[in-house]
């Protein structure tokens, strides 16, 4: 065979191959013996031996990568990846169909019902046709290149299938594990004495998040697809329905319980058709999704912050199991506060096994009347804490009450009551080591200074042995204090300190938030560095300037003030800061003309990413909202910018098309 013929014939033979793992894998429904496939397969590895050159990155024998990752590398998708609002009950369903019915002016709204997957969206990117890079949501505007994990899923087509293949393409959807798929998991990993998993959910994120594609390849990982981001292609979709359809086509498995819907009505009965089926399912849902069918009418509804706003996830009720509760232990948090967990007799509730439930405070366990010994309810819904619900109480017999111990169980100082709180709190602060080891877990975490290998046991370790107390002791660990630790070799010594120094270089959020201020989670530390741009602001500012900023209620803004007075805590940041940490504050002290102005861009911009520009405008201290109202102050407009413009013009709403907005940025030095 010379080089022509055998391009030729590899090419003919993936093209036999990607058609057969689409009927075996996606369809269910294999048309040729499991030995045939086998053959071609071979057939193909010889060819690829013989002809190195004529391997491609998509061929169906570049499924599992050889070389495992050292980090997975970030991926800005290129649309950003929503998520869904969600109605937990038939009055808020009621709520969200009557406001789209309001504003869209229909009375029967058209919907596609699909079924809610409890697994990991990702975001599989093709360029002609070829799969490029898949992605993880992440924080929906920059997720994890996965691309090496997500091709040794045998259900997600590394070539699309079928006709009108488009220039550019967006998949999103679900990576999940079926329930089969868990059990036999689990059973394997207690054979080779290895961690099991919670849940589905929890051993499908665990397995797509592996360095080592190989380990992957061996995890029965599925995957489903419910929408598409960015496209550019021949066909033009008027319905979602029609989208879905497409998908089916092109190769993807795409859920068969898919329903056009008609109305309210409608919208339940399928609520109450999937829930009555959800046990004879293979996989885990936790709900079900409404998405208005035709896409004019999804973007009249457009987004607002990062849920769209014609789409909801009607969430199912928690599932409840019953079991005994062994004892009652308190655990002590990163800020101090003690709540007590039940220990019980362990039970599958919904697939996962419980050993122990939330009772919150002690307020809950007085009103819940939960006494030790006592059979009790337990409910868990998708992935949150699971909770004691409720007592049996005619099964009642030698209980024992709690009572809140007056002394830490961790450090031994008071326990007190907060004050005007629930909260039972240990007094200790940092001198407590629960405290200690919990505010060094969360700032070494990953969404905050990101320290990989400084995990829980070694921080355990490290403030037993006094090397560290507090988190600005991390950046004084020497090498070989660390490699003198037992079960440390050198390599992971020094793993650790190049992580410790490459934290260093983070940005404002991530910092804010690694300092374990009570309250303040990502999105507020995010809400303050585009407020203040700079460190030494925020912590100058007053609780009222905190307060002025939207999402930042009075009890936050407080926290935040306490923190920044306390003479500990200053010294702690005074080091931090001296050990080099340090983030970009260009955008700082910046006073500008549009602070405190609301925008609403629409259509599609072509020389900035929405996503940058929303960005631009927060940054310099301007508002952004999805939807025209009288307070709007601007419209910036791209290409097809549809109603809004509109309504803004019917407003009297200046208006600034995308020509006009860059000269203001440029004005505004925010780009050259
Ligand atoms: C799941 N999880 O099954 C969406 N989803 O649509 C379905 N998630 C979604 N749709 C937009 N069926 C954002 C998320």
Known sequence: MNLNQA??????????????????????????????????????????KEFPQLITNSSPTQRIGTTPLSEFKEIEHTDPMLSLANAFNEKEMQRFYDRLSTELSEEILVFSGETKLDGLAINLFYKNGVLHTAATRGDGFTGEDVTLNVKTIMQIPLNLIGDNIPKLLEVRGEIYISHKGFFELN???????????????????GSLRQLDPKVTSTRPLSFSAYGIGNYEGKLKFDRHTQILNQLKNWGFPVSVE?????????????????????????????????????IEKQKILGNVSRSPRWAIAYKFPPIEEVTQLIDIEVQVGRTGTMTPVARLSPVNVDGAMINNATLHNLDEIKRKDVRIGDWVYIRRAGDVIPEVVSVIKEKRKNVKEFRMPKSCPICGSDVKKQKDKIAYVCIGGLSCDAQKNQAIIHFVSRKAMNIEGLGEKLIY???????????????????NELSALDRMGDKSASNIIESINSSKSTTLAKFIYSLGIPEVGESTARALENYFHSFKEIEKSSQEEFENISDIGPIVAKNIKSFFTQENNKKIIKKLVAAGIHWNESKSNYSSNLKGLTFVITGSLKNIKRKDAE????????????????????????????????????????IMNEDLFIKMLKKEKLIN
């Not at 689409?22 to 496939?37: C, G, M, Q, R, S």
């Open 7 to 48: 391009s030729k014939e590899a090419e003919n033979l993936r093209k036999k191959i990607t058609q057969h793992n689409h009927k075996y894998y996606v369809l269910d429904d294999p048309d040729i013996p499991d030995a045939e496939y086998d053959r071609l397969f071979k057939e193909l590895i010889k060819i690829e």
């Open 187 to 205: 059973k394997n990993q207690e054979k080779l004495k290895l961690k099991t998993f919670a849940n589905p959910r929890n051993a499908a994120a």
């Open 258 to 294: 898919s329903k056009e819907l008609s109305g309210l009505k409608d919208c339940f009965d399928y609520y109450s058709h999937i829930l009555n089926i959800r046990k004879k399912l293979s996989y885990e849902i936790d709900g079900v999704v409404f998405k208005i069918d035709y």
């Open 461 to 479: 370790k490290l403030t037993e042995n006094k090397m560290i107390e507090n988190i600005a002791d991390i950046f004084s660990l020497k090498q």
């Open 615 to 654: 960005e631009l405008l927060l940054s310099l201290q301007a508002k952004v909202s999805s939807a025209v109202s009288k307070k709007t102050d601007y419209l910036i407009y791209g290409a097809n910018p549809g109603s809004k413009y509109e309504k803004a013009l019917e407003l009297g709403i200046k």
